[in-house]
């Protein structure tokens, strides 16, 4: 029997931090025909948050160290002002959606990161995804909103990074659907020169991708994102792309597909 398709799509906190570009991608994605989860962050949120709660934000190699208070910042944020605004909005746009961290359902079990030399604090790295469960919720015509949270199934949260549930999600779910994968960000890609807006790379395979890291051209945020993106793929999901919001309305824009 033929899977359905499937579209995962993540959204990155510029997108989220604007209110009117979040609104607009928000109506988009009301509008993009068939089953889909939407998976997002909200680490600029969280940093703004801490500060006003006079909580220290510490990162390491640009990664959060989530210490006992950094996590309760990340709970409130991610599962409470950010999801729910979501949530509201899409409901606002006639999409029957549900918020999610990893903890409902069971959907999302995850271990605390070990490290021989850093102490990541309350970080999870995914260990098994609930597909049957996810799958009943789509099921019902409901659309998941997951956050950037996990559980270990011992009563404890842990945060765990956006770009890595939605392959998580991504792999879990792969032999129940089609996977379409697609994170979107302020970018049109991933760009050959990030001074130029239009210097998208349409096609990145994992051979590239290495070249272009070791001539630091790809650095900084994109390189984790783009691991998942290459694991993903070793793992099963067929098709991966990066983009602008926008692609969702107009898959016909430039972006960069990831192939093996």
Not at 242 to 251: L, S, Y
Request: charged content about 20%; some cysteine; hydrophobic content about 40%.
């Amino acid at each position: 029997m033929e899977k359905d398709t499937l579209t995962i799509i993540k959204i990155g906190g510029n997108v989220i931090d604007n209110s009117e570009t979040l609104s607009t991608f928000l109506k988009n994605f009301s509008q993009y025909k068939g089953l889909k989860i939407l998976v997002h962050g909200g680490g600029k949120a969280a940093t703004r948050l801490a500060g006003k709660l006079g909580v220290e934000t510490i990162m390491i190699e640009g990664k959060r160290i989530t210490n006992e208070e950094m996590l309760d910042v990340a709970i409130m944020t991610y599962a409470g002002l950010c999801n729910k605004k979501i949530v509201a909005q899409l409901q606002n746009f006639n999409i029957q959606a549900i918020g999610l961290t990893g903890a409902d359902g069971n959907s999302i079990l995850s271990k605390k990161r070990e490290h021989t030399t850093i102490n990541y604090g309350y970080v999870g790295d995914v260990v098994e995804v609930n597909a049957k469960w996810i799958q009943a919720i789509i099921d019902t015509g409901t659309t998941p909103v997951f956050c950037a949270l996990t559980h270990d199934k011992k009563g404890q949260l842990l945060n765990t990074n956006a770009d890595t549930i939605a392959q998580s999600l991504a792999v879990g779910l792969s032999s129940i659907y089609n996977i379409n994968l697609i994170y979107c960000f302020e970018k049109k890609g991933v760009l050959q020169n990030m001074e130029d807006e239009d210097s998208i790379i349409e096609e990145l395979n994992y051979n590239t991708y290495q070249y272009l890291k070791n001539e630091n051209i790809i650095h900084s945020g994109m390189i984790p994102k783009l691991d998942n993106c290459f694991k993903a793929l070793k793992q099963g999901v067929k098709n991966i792309i990066i983009a602008n919001p926008d692609i969702i309305i107009n898959p016909l824009m430039l972006h960069t597909h990831i192939s093996l």
